[in-house]
């Protein structure tokens, strides 16, 4: 069903495989009341397609959110769909409308304009720029869980109650700070791999934050295998949160925008370090001071700047590279390609020389693809050997007669020290909680109160002992 310009004056195009902008693009709709969204899906990402416009109609009703389903015209196979879904998205993105398909058009009509998937982050630049309070409110109206409607008749349930308790048995104290080490993963291969988090620079963040403050660190995000007390890796997942939404209509990987809402507007101690992540964008919108990596030359840096200096606490830190093996040959890889700047590629060379001969994955000789070919010779009893039979003689190892490469200091595979220290001092400087009663970030006394023992055996002998409480 095509737009109306009666409801909308300008149209978002957002690509199903394009899931990390949904909440700002769902912030972006709550805050202009004249802006509509397309989602293109082919038909391999039709279930992601379709939950992203039942997540938007849910927000603003169906006048200002359809969805397409984009098809190659000769080629069904699944991957040819998909290109040709982001082919379309491309056009949008450079502003090539002339060469858009007129099923484009026939969508969305002249004169409703169309605009890609940033537009939302400019939208929601503009609302802050005139007025923060305002715009900050509207934003957790948007995402507070003290109206969720139930599942089963009519009327809403104040769900707010329930994730208190959810953190409280997590063991969050009120008044004490945090600092979020908000995680990505993803394969080797995925589009911005080189964003996803280093695991070895989270757990020296994680130490060196504990060891030199008060603030504490907590997982967050995708389980990279960081371990933190408490921990918000993953949440989403586990039993105890799942439960909390079995009564109502929403899901629980939506609701947890409503649980750092809650965190937002109830505990003031708090910051979120990441790496370029749209996950991150509305905590910082809620009004949690905001942290995020990116790194020199980045192509999109426009987009998440725009928000600097206009929404309040959100700060970037630009490093020269970002950390961790597979994200520094992905980001070398992409930097690399013969259309990107000079300046962007001679910045990967001078910066990734010590990546020279290393590659994704394993290979000897040449790239490694599914299952080796090598097939061991079988080896016979005694008794099953003829007389005459030569013994098997013994088969060559996989890396016998291959060189291996030359060791890598860590320290290039890490970030800077500078850049890592700018990022502990900027955690340290998370506010004092309100109501604190010591110098220090926070007090264990307030009406989120907990006190988490650890157990420590000693194998000599089966006695323990309780650890302080945080």
Known sequence: MPFKSVHVEEVLVQGAHMSGDRNSIATALKLKAKLGVLVLYSPSLRAQGLELENFYKSIVGPNRVASLQIVHSSDPSLAAGEKCMKDVYRLVSSRDFKNLPSFMRTTIPSPIRICSATFGTGVIADAFARNARTTRESTRELWRLDKVPKKAGTGVIDKRPAVRKFLLDRGFLQKRAYVFLFAKEGPRRAEKAHHFTSILTWRLLQEEIARSSSVIPVAA??????????????????????????????????????????????????????????????????????????????????????????????????????????????????????????????????????????????????????????????????????????????????????????????????????????????????????????NVHGSIQGSLVAVVKEEVVDQGSKDSRSSDSH
Not at 266 to 279: A, F, P
Not at 311 to 323: H, L, S, T
Not at 362 to 388: C, H, M, N, S, Y
């Open 221 to 438: 995000g995708d389980k990279i295998g960081l371990r933190t007390l408490p921990t918000l890796a993953e949440f989403w997942k586990d039993a105890d949160w799942t439960k909390l939404w079995s009564d109502v209509t929403i899901d629980p990987r939506s609701a947890q925008l409503g649980l750092w809402c809650l965190l937002a507007e109830e505990c003031t101690g708090l910051s979120i370090i990441g790496m370029r992540s749209g996950m991150i964008e509305v905590p910082a919108l809620l009004g949690i001071r905001t942290l995020y990596l990116e790194e020199k030359f980045n192509q999109q840096a426009e987009r998440m700047a725009k928000w600097i200096g206009k929404v309040p606490g959100f700060e970037r830190q630009i490093v020269d590279k970002p950390a961790g093996i597979k994200q520094q040959l992905y980001w070398k890889s992409e930097s690399l390609k013969r259309y990107m700047p000079n300046a962007v590629s001679n910045h990967a060379k001078n910066n990734g020389a010590h990546l020279t001969g290393m590659v994704q994955g394993f290979r000897l000789g040449r790239p490694f693809r599914g299952q080796t070919r090598f097939t061991p010779a079988p080896v016979l009893d005694e008794p099953q050997r003829k007389p005459i039979e030569a013994l098997t003689p013994p088969q060559p190892t996989f890396l016998a007669n291959t060189r291996l490469p030359a060791p890598i200091d860590a320290t290039n595979l890490q970030l800077a020290k500078s850049e890592f220290d700018r990022i502990v001092n900027w955690a340290k400087a998370t506010p004092t909680p309100l109501g604190a009663t010591t």
